[in-house]
């Protein structure tokens, strides 16, 4: 069973800093990986995706590479502002048999980028 | 252009009751899903539709029923409601299982 894991839980910064939110998975066989936000009391937002082809996305700033082989994904937030507080969500999605088209996610990553 | 629309966003249940949350998209995607987000657990697969007339389980189907009549529609049914089904549910859809997935508003559910 595919197991998605996010690391940190929770980051608190200064504004302006650089960050890495990290997400890792169990199971290679995946069609791509997904990056979201969800602010409190709202949806998700889909930030990026990157196909498993796929080796890194940029949108703004932000960066998102993937290693399928080593089953991680990095997201990098460029000088970070107080409205890119929320929780950072990763998924993956399943590519074969019973988990084709399935979304599995991680637990989410509490981003709070302080003034 | 909608994308994906949830109803209703709030609904307190009694132990025992049934209801339907609706989920209806306007992108002609193939693939829909229903997942429960509860705290510290993230999001769980309840059921998913690869087209219309097929379903299937996820990963916590257990009190829930789904159909897929229509391309655009998707409820989920809750056949007697229980206070472990409390929870914030989400309906998504995606053209395949490749592409974006884009998601509704969400349903925060109680039930008491």
């Known amino acids: 069973k595919q197991e998605v894991t996010q690391i940190p839980a929770a980051l608190s910064v200064p504004e302006g800093e650089n960050l890495v939110l990290n997400c890792s998975f169990t199971?290679?066989?995946?069609?791509?990986l997904q990056w979201f936000r969800q602010d409190p009391g709202k949806g998700l937002t889909s930030l990026l995706l990157?196909?498993?082809?796929?080796r890194e996305q940029t949108s703004g700033r932000l960066n998102a590479s993937l290693d399928k082989s080593s089953g991680r994904s990095t997201l990098y937030i460029a000088a970070s502002q107080p409205g890119d507080s929320a929780t950072y969500l990763c998924?993956?999605?399943?590519?074969?048999?019973?988990?084709?088209?399935?979304?599995?996610f991680g637990r989410g990553t509490q981003l709070t980028v302080w003034p | 252009n909608a994308g994906v629309t949830q109803t209703p966003k709030f609904q307190v249940l009694k132990t025992g009751q049934s209801m339907t949350l609706q989920c209806a998209q306007d992108?002609?995607?193939?693939?829909m899903s229903w997942y429960r987000q509860d705290p510290g657990m993230g999001l769980r697969l309840i059921h998913y539709?690869?087209?219309?007339?097929?379903?299937d389980q996820g990963e916590v189907p257990n009190g829930y029923n789904v159909s897929r009549s229509t391309t655009e529609d998707f409820p989920l049914r809750l056949l007697s409601a229980a206070p472990s089904q409390t929870s914030v549910y989400f309906c998504?859809?995606?053209?395949?299982?490749?592409?974006?997935?884009?998601f509704g508003q969400g349903t925060r559910l109680t039930v008491v």
């Open positions: 998504a859809s995606s053209y395949s299982g490749a592409l974006e997935a884009f």
């Open positions: 199971d290679s066989a995946i069609y791509n």
């Open positions: 990157i196909q498993s082809s796929q």
């Open positions: 998924a993956v999605s399943g590519d074969r048999g019973s988990t084709l088209g399935r979304l599995y």
């Open positions: 992108m002609n995607h193939e693939y």
């Open positions: 539709s690869v087209g219309a007339g097929i379903t």
